[in-house]
């Protein structure tokens, strides 16, 4: 099971959570681990499969299908990803404060928390939570 807990704090403070629940598959390739799971109506993604790779320092996020994007979190590091929806593209912008991995053979969690830019229209920070486990 896989569940991904996002929190966005726009300028003001305000704040907006949302949580999806779901299947996934979850595997280790050499010293990386790997979530893959199906997004759904409730992350407005539906019809677009999300692959995570984990490493010590690093993920890295990978969408393909109704949506697509590739977007690399590494503490300090910005990065550009060309965000593509059905409705356009757009540049996505992350300046990432925190990025903690701490995976088993068995499960356990990604902590993600960045400063969000699209099409360079600062959004807020968004926190990511993601936690993987057996069924």
Do not use: W
Not at 93 to 115: A, F, H, Q
């Amino acid at each position: 099971m896989v569940t991904v807990k996002g929190t966005l704090t726009d300028e003001l403070g305000k704040q907006e959570t949302i949580e999806l629940v779901t299947r996934g598959s979850y595997f280790r390739r050499s010293d990386d681990f790997y979530i893959v799971y199906s997004e759904s109506e409730v992350s407005g993604m539906a019809g677009t499969t999300t692959t995570l790779k984990a490493e010590p320092c690093r993920v890295t996020l990978n969408r393909m299908g109704a949506q697509e994007l590739k977007q690399v979190f590494e503490v300090g590091v910005p990065n550009r990803g060309n965000y593509v929806t059905p409705f356009g593209s757009m540049f996505c912008d992350v300046l990432p404060r925190k990025v903690e991995v701490d995976l088993t053979e068995v499960g356990g969690s990604i902590s993600l928390e960045y400063d969000l830019t699209l099409d360079r229209q600062h959004i807020g920070c968004q926190a990511l939570e993601i936690t993987v486990r057996e069924v």
